[in-house]
């Protein structure tokens, strides 16, 4: 993985291992909403940081917000 998509690879992981959070959504749902605002908001953040740099794959996938995807090809490729 190129150390550039670092954090860009944790913030789609947090992402996704919150939706995936159901107990969490069950126990609290307005932290559960905001908690996913939060990160959503830095995942954009980082998305237009990086998109001078991004391969147009990647940028597609994130645009789509095709977020899985997006991982997998952050965790496959050796961009």
Known sequence: MNPEF???HQLLRQRL???ADHAFRDRDP???LAELQRVSEALSAEHQRLKP????RLNHF???SSLTKAL???EEASV
């Open 62 to 64: 994130l645009t789509q």
């Open 72 to 74: 997998e090809y952050i």
């Open 6 to 8: 670092t954090h860009l």
């Open 30 to 32: 307005a932290a559960h």
């Open 53 to 56: 740099v991004l391969p147009a």
């Open 17 to 19: 291992d919150t939706i």
